[in-house]
């Protein structure tokens, strides 16, 4: 089975709402990365988040290691904020297991 | 400012002919890797190099083969690209260990005809 799974696969907000990404995974994660795949294609990490909570501007990471969970929440979203967000894994192999992202659209 | 490289940005070849992607990272970190991105497989480990002359295959190394003769550099090869070839790279670094985050290269799009 998928060692990553998030959720959901798209979403679509209006400029100014929040957004919460979930992202679940199999196995006991030594690592957790959030990332940002835009548009154009170019991968930026966002935050490394292990376990529990870190914020980095308007974004908010929660990971409980023992439910084997991660949430990204994005507040007062803006249309920049558009792209694939990507959780990736590390279960003490020192290799990253990604999901196959959530898709974004913030409009206007 | 800590960053990784990758070049070139974007490259086709014809099927047969050699292909060397390039890395850099400028953060003197002991571990680089390779990845490929392909719609509906996301992102997939092709090789790890946990320093120089120190590399190990990845989920996918049939094809490509890498080589790492500075701590600095990484380099992706394949002799006689195919057409399934086709695809993102990334290239991505971190410190040694388990816990390290990585760090992300531009990607480089190859299109093999």
């Known amino acids: 089975g998928q060692q990553v799974q998030q959720s959901p696969a798209s979403l679509v907000l209006q400029e100014g709402e929040n957004a919460e990404l979930q992202c679940n995974f199999s196995?006991?994660?030594?690592?957790l990365q959030w990332f940002y795949q835009s548009p154009g294609g170019s991968l930026v990490s966002l935050l490394s988040?292990?376990?529990g909570t870190k914020h980095t501007g308007r974004l908010t990471s929660t990971t409980v290691t023992k439910e084997r969970r991660s949430s990204l929440h994005i507040s007062s979203s803006q249309t920049t904020d558009s792209g694939t967000y990507l959780c990736?894994?590390?279960?003490?192999?020192?290799?990253?297991?990604f999901g196959d992202g959530t898709v974004l659209t913030v409009k206007p | 400012d800590m960053k990784v490289t990758q070049m070139p940005r974007y490259l086709i070849k014809r099927m047969g002919e050699n292909v060397l992607l390039e890395c850099g990272q400028d953060?003197?970190?002991?571990?680089m890797y390779w990845y490929r991105q392909d719609p509906g497989l996301g992102l997939q480990l092709i090789y790890i190099s946990y320093d120089v002359d120190s590399n190990s295959e990845g989920d996918i190394p049939k094809g490509y083969r890498v080589s790492r003769k500075k701590r600095e550099h990484f380099s992706l090869i394949l002799d006689s690209a195919k057409t399934n070839q086709t695809s993102v790279y990334f290239c991505?670094?971190?410190?040694?260990?388990?816990?390290?985050?990585?760090?992300f290269g531009p990607g480089t799009r190859l299109t093999v005809l």
């Open positions: 988040n292990p376990s």
């Open positions: 990736a894994i590390d279960t003490n192999t020192g290799k990253l297991t």
């Open positions: 991505a670094s971190s410190l040694r260990g388990n816990y390290a985050e990585q760090f």
């Open positions: 196995s006991t994660a030594t690592q």
């Open positions: 953060m003197s970190h002991e571990t």
